[in-house]
């Protein structure tokens, strides 16, 4: 079993201060000023896990004075200092899409109420989180996540614990939504870049099995002696109804659910997705009676939240991102262990699709040679002419990637569509699927570490907040959550499969 080259598991981040990269004259040594535009992003993130933890209610009040002042300087350094406005205003574009998604989903699976009514048993619970890991590659994680956190908090609320929120953001969240490319937005990445919609899935859910299983079993041990406890206090039979029964009333908004997660296919024209999302948004808003919103304790406090960290968090990133973009070829990635360790610790503190885009080119980088790569653009645009008269080092890796572009885009090669991002992808799966597969894994399931590894694990805790419901702090989620529950099984992840 490999890893990362002896001295090397710290270069995620040692490599921000300092590192080694290719240029046109050689070997450029980047110093630690190279970190400087990236203090605004580590400000904001310790401050996300501090400031709550010393003052809540300043927290909760003056929050937008973090984020946003931190973002101001951070776009002031990209409009005057790096010179880079479209970076600047594609971030905004980036920000817009990601608020429109969160903003339209949280809307409409407002308008769903649905109730569970029995005993709050560990049992059902299991059942509960089960299924939702499974709806979250259908509704995508944060689809899934905003129709089923609020019945599961009431489920749970006479003897609510914090660990009953930290399992559904690690099985709903994250972890459940990495067997489709609507489960979660790295994969939806790959997708759009070449990965065939069913490749994850047959090749990951070994994977998404054991270790859904494994956090079933560790949640069903701690919800049951938490449960005994909650008997012996006397007070079971108060989570106890009459009637065991499950009732959904809105269902009609599950139609604009799967409208918006429709639109997240369409790229052209422009702004198209985006109006789409928005007015099955105002449609299902003026449709669903305001009973349910009532039921549902909806309003838009939450929201508001999250409009105002991620973005303070997206402009921050832009220096972070253009780092990785630039250093990303010089990471120490000789094995797979590398990539699936490298991707996840940088999503469970970046934005993951990102990480993702970047660890999936330094791959193509790193194994794909060019002039195999030019002989199958060669015959990607012959439509295979000459396939069999191919000979050389790289041969068979050559056909083998051809065969896999014909199998799964033949339609595309017959009419010469094949886009170049789709040749590069198809090489890289044909001869060195593991990579895809220690990518996609990483990028998702790391997710899960923290409350910002992935954008549906703040707005449940925001929900979660606003209904009165404590959860645990930034720090707490990792030391006593995420470090002895999720690291083992990632550790366990990888001396089985990468």
């Given at each position: 079993m490999t890893f990362l080259r002896p001295g090397h598991h710290l270069f995620l981040l040692a490599g921000l201060l300092t590192t080694d990269r290719p240029d046109a004259g050689g070997i450029v040594r980047a110093?630690?000023?190279d970190a400087v535009p990236m203090i605004p992003f580590a400000l904001l993130l310790l401050s996300i896990a501090v400031i709550p933890f010393i003052s809540k209610k300043w927290w909760e009040k003056y929050y937008p004075l973090v984020s946003l002042p931190l973002g101001a300087v951070t776009a002031l350094y990209c409009l005057f200092i790096s010179h880079n406005p479209g970076r600047l205003g594609e971030t905004f574009y980036q920000f817009f899409s990601f608020i429109t998604l969160i903003g339209s989903l949280y809307v409409v699976s407002g308008g769903i109420h649905l109730e569970a009514r029995g005993s709050a048993t560990p049992f059902r619970n299991v059942i509960f989180l089960g299924a939702g890991a499974l709806l979250s590659n259908l509704f995508g994680t944060m689809g899934a996540?905003?129709?089923?956190?609020?019945?599961?908090?009431?489920?749970?609320?006479?003897?609510?614990?914090?660990?009953?929120i930290i399992f559904f953001i690690f099985l709903v969240c994250n972890i459940g939504g990495a067997l489709l490319p609507v489960g979660d937005p790295p994969l939806f990445l790959g997708y759009l870049l070449g990965v065939p919609f069913f490749w994850i899935c047959q090749n990951v859910w070994p994977i998404w099995l054991v270790s859904v299983i494994l956090l079933l079993i560790l949640f069903?041990?701690?919800?049951?002696?938490s449960f005994r406890?909650?008997?012996k206090r006397?007070?079971?039979?108060?989570?106890?109804?009459?009637?065991?029964?499950?009732?959904?009333?809105?269902?009609?908004?599950?139609?604009?659910?799967a409208i918006i997660l429709g639109a997240v296919f369409i790229n052209r024209p422009p702004l198209l997705r985006e109006a789409i999302m928005v007015a099955s948004a105002i449609i299902s808003r003026r449709v669903t009676h305001k009973e349910i919103y009532k039921r549902n304790e909806f309003n838009f406090f939450p929201l508001k939240e999250i409009a105002v960290l991620f973005l303070g968090i997206f402009i921050t990133l832009v220096p972070v991102l253009e780092?990785?973009?630039?250093?990303?070829i010089t990471f120490p990635l000789s094995t797979i262990g590398g990539y699936y360790w490298g991707s996840g610790i940088l999503s469970s503190i970046l934005d993951n699709a990102p990480t993702y885009l970047n660890f999936l080119t330094a791959s193509m980088g790193l194994n794909i040679d060019h002039d195999s790569l030019k002989t199958l653009f060669d015959l990607v645009s012959t439509q295979g002419a000459g396939l069999g008269a191919i000979s050389g080092a790289h041969a068979e890796q050559i056909k083998s990637a051809y065969e896999f572009l014909a199998g799964n885009y033949g339609n595309l090669l017959a009419t010469g569509n094949v886009s170049g991002e789709k040749i590069r992808t198809g090489y890289l799966i044909a001869n060195h699927p593991a990579v895809i597969r220690a990518i996609s894994v990483g990028s998702v399931f790391?997710?899960?570490?923290t409350y910002i590894g992935n954008a549906p694990n703040y707005v449940v805790k925001s929900i979660a907040e606003n209904s009165g419901i404590p959860t645990p702090p930034f720090h707490t989620y990792i030391l006593r959550y995420s470090i002895p529950v999720l690291l083992p099984l990632f550790v366990l992840i990888w001396l089985i499969w990468f």
């Open positions: 110093s630690w000023l996540s905003m129709v089923l956190i609020r019945p599961f908090l009431r489920l749970n609320n006479v003897r609510y614990r914090n660990f009953h069903y041990i701690v919800d049951r002696l406890k909650f008997q006397g007070t079971a039979d108060s989570i106890k109804y009459p009637v065991e029964r499950i009732t959904v009333t809105g269902k009609y908004n599950i139609l604009f659910l780092w990785l973009e630039g250093n990303a790391f997710g899960a570490f």
